[in-house]
């Protein structure tokens, strides 16, 4: 993978896109966006019940923020921020709206979904799947609303951008095998040029029981991180927090191999010989954990040009598990569960360092999650599942500054994605109905920070 990497990035090769990786659960008639302790594998069957997770801590009736000392959570070292600092956020100073929707009620039917943002400031617009339709997207003028219906292309399988360039849109599917219940992803490739699609798939790319992660390189292949040593759970079962549900803190990490494939060429699939947990590309430059969902290990630092590569400890807690990994701008935001102490109050992190190991700032608080860094890695974007603090925050990390973007959570994911320049997306609960989980209904903002 270096010598190949290395040549092209000499030839000036354009760094990849934003990418968040993920692919988004469609669950009973929406998409919703459920509490994690830990991230666990699912086919194709579980995805079906995922809206039966619990939410955990969330429910609890007091509506003080949780006070973590009095529970015994330990505090991280270097700057750490909780929620209560954060002020409202003020729309015309703190950030601009490029374009807002709302679906009114999810739980009665699926909607209609920010994906992203294409690097020349289209909105990839999504018609959720129904009974009586497949997903079909469009490209969304922010300003106007109008949109282009991207024909040819319809699903009712999972579906996540991972490049929206001005030349073409790469969506992943995660195909499922239905005999095993197994998955492989395929991408569909629109040209935009030629307002085509295509379809690709890697019969000998191996198959895995969980979601496939990928990433574009900057060589312009594929990046797919396939499951080889799932951590154990520990003999007897998981122990059982305050809160009474099994607390995993401190669990072994997940180990995956990492393949690249073409783009163009199915039989083009390449084992690259590298041990990852998480993963992700900064320009020219690979970060990755030595495992995941769980004990995350060494952060590693590869330079693609030179191959020159370096290490270090991140400095994560004791009990802290990886739960996701974004890297943007020279910066590293590691999202972690790190236990669950007195009266079930959570130690939920976000911690943020360089790429050469320097601690940035550690978001601590109970129910923090969802850690992306946006706007070249100067900002982060946080979601809070706590009833006390629940809701949307953009933290500016050279400002040292948190804003509360929303308050309430949003149960659906409809907004998320790959955004340029300073844009991002978020959500906040709409509708007047109420459901079991809140409010029925989401509206998806795109935003545009101002610095």
């Given at each position: 993978?270096?010598?190949?990497?290395?040549?092209?990035?000499?030839?000036?090769?354009?760094?990849?896109?934003?990418?968040?990786?993920?692919?988004?659960?469609?669950?009973?008639?929406?998409?919703?966006?459920?509490?994690?302790?830990?991230?666990?594998?699912?086919?194709?069957?579980?995805?079906?019940?995922?809206?039966?997770?619990?939410?955990?801590?969330?429910?609890?009736?007091?509506?003080?923020?949780?006070?973590?000392?009095?529970?015994?959570?330990?505090?991280?070292?270097?700057?750490?921020?909780?929620?209560?600092?954060?002020?409202?956020?003020?729309?015309?100073?703190?950030?601009?709206?490029?374009?807002?929707?709302?679906?009114?009620?999810?739980?009665?039917?699926?909607?209609?979904?920010?994906?992203?943002?294409?690097?020349?400031?289209?909105?990839?617009?999504?018609?959720?799947?129904?009974?009586?339709?497949?997903?079909?997207?469009?490209?969304?003028?922010?300003?106007?609303?109008?949109?282009?219906?991207?024909?040819?292309?319809?699903?009712?399988?999972?579906?996540?951008?991972?490049?929206?360039?001005?030349?073409?849109?790469?969506?992943?599917?995660?195909?499922?095998?239905?005999?095993?219940?197994?998955?492989?992803?395929?991408?569909?490739?629109?040209?935009?040029?030629?307002?085509?699609?295509?379809?690709?798939?890697?019969?000998?790319?191996?198959?895995?029981?969980?979601?496939?992660?990928?990433?574009?390189?900057?060589?312009?292949?594929?990046?797919?991180?396939?499951?080889?040593?799932?951590?154990?759970?520990?003999?007897?079962?998981?122990?059982?927090?305050?809160?009474?549900?099994?607390?995993?803190a401190d669990a072994e990490g997940d180990v995956k191999a990492l393949w690249s494939v073409s783009l163009t060429d199915p039989a083009d699939v390449r084992d690259e010989g590298l041990r990852v947990g998480d993963f992700g590309f900064d320009g020219d430059?690979?970060?990755?954990?030595?495992?995941?969902?769980?004990?995350?290990?060494?952060?590693?630092?590869?330079?693609?040009?030179?191959?020159?590569?370096?290490?270090?400890?991140?400095?994560?807690?004791?009990?802290?598990?990886?739960?996701?990994?974004?890297?943007?701008?020279?910066?590293?935001?590691?999202?972690?569960?790190?236990?669950?102490?007195?009266?079930?109050?959570?130690?939920?992190?976000?911690?943020?360092?360089?790429?050469?190991?320097?601690?940035?700032?550690?978001?601590?608080?109970?129910?923090?999650?969802?850690?992306?860094?946006?706007?070249?890695?100067?900002?982060?974007?946080?979601?809070?599942?706590?009833?006390?603090?629940?809701?949307?925050?953009?933290?500016?990390?050279?400002?040292?500054?948190?804003?509360?973007?929303?308050?309430?959570?949003?149960?659906?994911?409809?907004?998320?994605?790959?955004?340029?320049?300073?844009?991002?997306?978020?959500?906040?609960?709409?509708?007047?109905?109420?459901?079991?989980?809140?409010?029925?209904?989401?509206?998806?903002?795109?935003?545009?920070?101002?610095?």
């Amino acid at each position: 993978m270096v010598n190949e990497l290395r040549e092209l990035l000499r030839d000036n090769v354009a760094a990849p896109p934003p990418d968040d990786g993920g692919l988004l659960g469609i669950v009973s008639a929406g998409r919703r966006r459920v509490r994690r302790r830990r991230r666990v594998a699912v086919g194709g069957a579980a995805l079906a019940t995922a809206a039966a997770v619990s939410i955990g801590a969330w429910a609890r009736l007091d509506p003080s923020p949780a006070d973590l000392v009095a529970a015994g959570v330990p505090r991280p070292p270097g700057q750490v921020v909780r929620l209560a600092d954060a002020v409202p956020a003020s729309e015309g100073t703190d950030y601009r709206t490029l374009a807002s929707y709302t679906n009114e009620d999810l739980e009665a039917d699926n909607g209609e979904y920010f994906d992203g943002v294409t690097d020349d400031g289209l909105v990839l617009f999504r018609e959720g799947q129904t009974a009586d339709r497949d997903g079909r997207y469009a490209l969304m003028d922010p300003t106007t609303g109008e949109k282009d219906w991207l024909d040819g292309w319809s699903s009712d399988l999972q579906a996540s951008p991972v490049e929206l360039g001005t030349d073409r849109l790469v969506i992943m599917r995660a195909v499922h095998d239905d005999a095993d219940g197994r998955v492989r992803p395929e991408l569909d490739v629109f040209d935009r040029g030629t307002g085509t699609w295509r379809t690709i798939g890697w019969p000998t790319l191996p198959d895995q029981e969980g979601l496939p992660q990928m990433r574009i390189g900057p060589d312009g292949r594929a990046y797919v991180s396939v499951l080889t040593d799932p951590g154990d759970v520990p003999e007897g079962g998981w122990p059982t927090g305050p809160d009474g549900e099994a607390d995993d803190a401190d669990a072994e990490g997940d180990v995956k191999a990492l393949w690249s494939v073409s783009l163009t060429d199915p039989a083009d699939v390449r084992d690259e010989g590298l041990r990852v947990g998480d993963f992700g590309f900064d320009g020219d430059r690979m970060v990755w954990t030595d495992s995941t969902n769980g004990a995350a290990g060494r952060v590693h630092v590869r330079d693609l040009v030179t191959g020159d590569e370096t290490s270090f400890d991140a400095r994560l807690g004791e009990r802290c598990n990886l739960l996701d990994l974004d890297v943007s701008g020279g910066r590293i935001a590691m999202t972690q569960y790190c236990g669950t102490y007195e009266n079930g109050v959570r130690d939920d992190r976000v911690q943020v360092m360089t790429t050469e190991g320097e601690q940035v700032v550690t978001v601590q608080d109970d129910g923090v999650d969802g850690g992306d860094l946006v706007a070249g890695g100067d900002f982060l974007t946080l979601t809070s599942y706590d009833r006390a603090t629940s809701g949307t925050y953009l933290y500016d990390v050279e400002g040292k500054r948190l804003v509360r973007l929303s308050e309430g959570y949003s149960q659906w994911t409809v907004a998320s994605g790959p955004t340029p320049g300073d844009q991002f997306l978020w959500a906040e609960p709409a509708g007047s109905k109420l459901g079991p989980f809140g409010r029925s209904g989401a509206t998806a903002h795109l935003g545009e920070v101002i610095r």
